[in-house]
C-alpha cells in the first residue's frame, strides 16, 4: 500500500502564492506518475497537473498553466505544487495522487490518494 498526506494548504488572498507538498510512504516512490487534483464544494473532482515517474514529463489543466509548476524529488519521496497568482475560483480541496504508469489526467487512472488540503483563496 501507499500512503500519501498533503500540506500546505490555507487562507490566502487573491494574487498569492502556495506550496501544497506530498509525501508518500510505503512503496518505492519512483514507479509511479503522481498527480494533484481539486475539489470545491458541489463540484466533481477535477485535474490540475500531474508528472511522469522521472519528472520528464509534465501536464497542467489549461485554468493553471503558468500560474502553478509541479515537482518531485524522489529521494524524499515527495511532491510539490507551487501555486502562484491565485484566485478565488483555485478554491478548493487539494487531492495528491498517484499511479503506476504513466501520466494521465482522469481521477479515475489513479489508484492511491491522500486525505485532502484546503486551499481558500480570497478576494
Known amino acids: 500500500q501507499v500512503q500519501l498526506v498533503e500540506s500546505g494548504g490555507g487562507l490566502i488572498q487573491a494574487g498569492g502564492s502556495l506550496r501544497l507538498s506530498c509525501a508518500a510512504s510505503?512503496?518505492?516512490?519512483?514507479?509511479?506518475?503522481m498527480g494533484w487534483f481539486r475539489q470545491a464544494p458541489g463540484k466533481e473532482r477535477e485535474f490540475v497537473s500531474a508528472i511522469s515517474w522521472n519528472g520528464g514529463s509534465a501536464d497542467y489543466a489549461d485554468s493553471v498553466k503558468g500560474r502553478f509548476t509541479i515537482s518531485r524529488d524522489n529521494a524524499k519521496n515527495t511532491m510539490v505544487l507551487q501555486m502562484n497568482r491565485l484566485k478565488p475560483e483555485d478554491t478548493a480541496v487539494y487531492y495528491c495522487?498517484?499511479?503506476?504508469?504513466?501520466?494521465?489526467?482522469?481521477?479515475?487512472?489513479?489508484?492511491?490518494w491522500g486525505q485532502g488540503t484546503q486551499v481558500t483563496v480570497s478576494t
Open positions: 510505503g512503496r518505492t516512490f519512483s514507479n509511479f506518475a
Open positions: 495522487a498517484a499511479r503506476w504508469g504513466v501520466v494521465r489526467i482522469a481521477p479515475g487512472d489513479y489508484k492511491y
